[in-house]
């Protein structure tokens, strides 16, 4: 990757930079050399194009509804309309249907437990803060439905 390096800034990153008669084409795009100024075109360095902080409430309401959505995909998958529909079945005397919510009940309590466990460890300093779901989702308990 490229970049554009004038008196105004660093441009880029760009595949191509080619210098023309009268302008500057990075990636298809012309600069010309009156709007450009002189420059010069190097190799992008670590930290050029630093990507912007995203807020941690933000990413922590990401994790929280993709923690949500991935339990309410588990209870789906034997039908139920959502984890805290199965959870109801807790109590019920059909011993198939108690069975799983009682099951339901438990992985839902493992996993926010683990999750809420990971964002004290976050405002404690125990850990970096994450950079979203996939970087956490391996540490929340496996959701598979008993034999």
């Given at each position: 990757m490229k970049k554009l390096v004038t008196q105004s800034g660093i441009f880029g990153p760009y595949h191509k930079i080619e210098v023309l008669g009268d302008r500057y084409r990075c990636d298809g795009?012309?600069?010309?050399?009156?709007?450009?100024?002189?420059?010069?075109?190097?190799?992008?360095?670590?930290?050029?194009f630093p990507l912007p902080q995203r807020d941690p409430t933000e990413i922590q309401a990401e994790i929280v509804e993709a923690t949500q959505s991935r339990l309410d995909t588990f209870a789906r998958s034997r039908g139920y309309d959502n984890i805290m529909s199965a959870c109801t079945y807790a109590n019920s005397s059909v011993p198939k249907f108690s069975a799983e919510g009682k099951y339901a009940m438990q992985v839902r309590d493992a996993t926010w437990n683990a999750l809420y466990q990971m964002l004290l460890d976050v405002q404690a300093g125990n850990r970096p803060i994450p950079s979203g779901y996939d970087e956490i989702k391996n540490?929340?308990?496996?959701?598979?439905?008993?034999?």
């Amino acid at each position: 990757m490229k970049k554009l390096v004038t008196q105004s800034g660093i441009f880029g990153p760009y595949h191509k930079i080619e210098v023309l008669g009268d302008r500057y084409r990075c990636d298809g795009i012309d600069f010309p050399f009156v709007v450009a100024g002189e420059a010069t075109i190097a190799d992008i360095q670590d930290g050029d194009f630093p990507l912007p902080q995203r807020d941690p409430t933000e990413i922590q309401a990401e994790i929280v509804e993709a923690t949500q959505s991935r339990l309410d995909t588990f209870a789906r998958s034997r039908g139920y309309d959502n984890i805290m529909s199965a959870c109801t079945y807790a109590n019920s005397s059909v011993p198939k249907f108690s069975a799983e919510g009682k099951y339901a009940m438990q992985v839902r309590d493992a996993t926010w437990n683990a999750l809420y466990q990971m964002l004290l460890d976050v405002q404690a300093g125990n850990r970096p803060i994450p950079s979203g779901y996939d970087e956490i989702k391996n540490e929340l308990p496996v959701l598979v439905w008993p034999g």
